[in-house]
């Protein structure tokens, strides 16, 4: 049942990273040079009082150093390269095992 979730969950964010990018694409395109969308512009937009209640939590907990070192240069990556990684990680993680040659179950 995990295996399926985390294949799913994968699955889903390989999809999102894939309108992303084509988004991203799209809006190059128009503009006539390279736009992509970063992840805190993506949660800003969602939900933006939770975005800074997160960094108001890391910088309590974590101090100001590590949001400025730690968490914003990874929020300020774009989305399709983010959720593609994620994706390809939990596919890795959710597939089936491969049978063993030569033992019987």
């Keep these: 049942m995990i295996r399926f979730l ?4 994968g699955l889903s964010l ?3 990273a894939f309108i992303f990018l084509i988004y991203d694409g799209i809006r190059s395109i128009s503009n006539g040079s390279v736009l992509l969308t970063t992840a805190s512009y993506v949660w800003s937009a969602i939900h933006e009082q939770s ?5 108001a939590f890391i910088e309590n907990y974590g101090g100001a150093e590590v949001w400025r070192i730690g968490i914003a240069p990874i929020l ?3 989305v399709s390269a983010m959720a593609g990684v994620l994706s390809v990680i939990l596919i890795v993680f959710g597939r089936k095992k491969k049978p063993l040659i030569g033992y019987t179950r």
């Design 6 to 9: 985390l294949r799913f969950i």
């Design 14 to 16: 390989l999809a999102l």
């Design 51 to 55: 975005l800074r209640a997160f960094q």
């Design 76 to 78: 300020d990556q774009p």
